[in-house]
């Protein structure tokens, strides 16, 4: 069933993103008066599943989910029609328009996905608002657990002050992107201030260890479940772990160091039960660990315990569009950063490029509109910037040479476009099989 919301999620979200972004391309097209012979949802590749004529566009769903098209008429595009480029020019064809307009109709595509993206966030902002912790209430510093964040320099209990010295005023779910995405991070350590540098290479590093947060809230050690084999059958579930050999352990971590300190002991302890503190036995096996099932503590928990205040802010919906509008553009220059950490080899980011199975497994197993439209607005900024890139049989290869024909009053010959289209559909192929050959890749190495 997991897989069947996975897979409803990854779906919806790509058609939609494809459908609106053709829709960029064929409202134009039709308000100048452009023929549109094509508008389909995946790929035709000989057959399609549905299709319907309506006036002089046919409207159709492909079998092949690696994308969407309009085919405009006299455009030179991925259909290659040769037959119909011979032909002279006519007047509802796309190369019959001025520059100006052609040039329109290539941006509408992308253009629609910066809007989506943006109008999403600003819906967000509405619907839910914004949940964080305060930063300033940290006040015991973070968790690390990452190997690689350790290796960096960080530790438990370390505070965040400023990431590329912006001031870390909030934990919430975009911390973990822009610590990736930092070059210096400043934190507060036993009342000092230092600087950590990022490892150029900590994209290429995270990616050989698994999956996790970089940084979490710290929260206390609770008792999920306890084996019938566990020889810590004073435990109950529920219980949470607030103190152990006469020391206080107000957080999880702090448990499991004097575990790994008192290998094959018993010790004395005190858990919060029902609210009420307890005094009970446990013992420790020879591995440092107790043999019991460990769980999480949710927000609101923590919160009625006097862990941390969680703070939600909810906006009118003008409130809102301010909002979205900060979030988008911070989400817009993310992304720009994360290219440019991809085309750098030095950063070895190019290893984690992932296809359409990164794609999937982003969504999650249970069904959220939350994060979906979050991640849908992610995927269509991302879909806007990577058909900016100014490669042949991309919209920004279409537009680079638009510009050029503006600039210089000279339009490149259909011959030159043949074949800029051709290199440009290699060049996607390539990187087509480059991305996906990662994601089988790390499929097999797991």
């Known amino acids: 069933m997991d897989i069947v919301i996975k897979l409803s999620q990854f779906l ?7 459908i609106l972004h053709e829709l960029g391309h064929f409202i134009p097209a039709k308000l100048f008066k452009t023929r549109v012979e094509k508008f389909y949802l995946f790929f035709d590749v000989k057959y399609s599943l549905l299709k319907k004529k309506i006036g002089e566009t046919e409207y159709g769903i492909g079998w092949l989910p690696l994308g969407g098209y309009v085919k405009i008429s006299g455009m030179i595009d991925e259909s290659m029609d040769k037959e119909q480029m011979a032909l002279p020019p006519q007047p509802w064809e796309f190369r019959s328009k001025p520059a100006w307009q052609r040039l329109i109709i290539m941006l509408g595509g992308v253009t629609v996905n910066f809007i989506l993206a943006f109008i999403i966030y600003i819906g967000m902002a509405f619907a839910y608002g914004d949940t964080y912790v305060a930063n300033a209430d940290l006040k015991d510093g973070v968790l690390v657990e990452n190997p690689v964040m350790l290796k960096a320099g960080f530790k438990t209990g370390d505070k965040l002050i400023s990431i590329d010295n912006k001031k870390v005023e909030n934990f919430d779910s975009d911390l973990n992107m822009n610590i990736i995405m930092a070059k210096n991070i400043l934190i507060e350590r036993d ?4 600087t950590i540098t990022m490892p150029t290479d900590f994209v290429d590093q995270l990616s050989k260890t698994e999956k996790g947060l970089l940084v979490n809230i710290r929260s206390p050690f609770a008792i999920k479940g306890i084996p019938a084999e566990s020889a810590n059958t004073a435990l109950k579930p529920k219980d949470l772990i607030v103190s152990v050999n006469g020391q206080q352990t107000k957080y999880y971590d702090q448990v499991k160091t004097i575990l790994e300190n008192n290998k094959g002991k ?12 307890t005094p009970v036995t446990i013992k420790v096996d020879n591995n440092g660990k107790l043999g019991v099932i460990a769980g999480g503590v949710d927000m609101e928990s923590l919160e009625k315990l006097g862990y941390y205040k969680i703070s939600t802010k909810e906006y009118s919906f003008f409130e809102s569009i301010p909002v979205g509008l900060t979030k988008g553009k911070d989400q ?8 440019k ?15 359409f199975a990164a794609i999937f497994n982003i969504f999650p197993s249970s069904w959220s509109w939350e994060v979906f439209w979050s991640i849908t607005a992610l995927l269509s900024i991302m879909l806007g910037v990577m058909n900016l890139l100014p490669i042949p049989a991309l919209d920004g290869g279409h537009v680079m040479f638009l510009l050029y024909e503006i600039i210089s009053g000279r339009k490149p010959s259909d011959k030159f476009l043949e074949n800029a289209q051709m290199v440009g559909f290699v060049l996607l192929i390539a990187l087509l099989l480059f991305a996906n050959g990662n994601d089988i890749y790390k499929a097999i190495m797991k």
């Not at 009342?191 to 230092?194: A, D, I, N, S, T």
């Not at 817009?332 to 290219?339: C, D, E, F, S």
């Not at 950490?341 to 296809?355: D, S």
């Open 12 to 18: 919806l979200s790509l058609s939609l993103l494809i």
């Open 191 to 194: 009342g000092k201030q230092q």
């Open 266 to 277: 018993t010790l004395s302890a005190v858990v919060l039960r029902d609210l009420k503190q």
């Open 332 to 339: 817009l220059i993310g992304y720009g950063k994360q290219l």
């Open 341 to 355: 950490m991809i085309f750098n080899p030095e950063t070895k980011a190019y290893k984690q490029v992932g296809g």
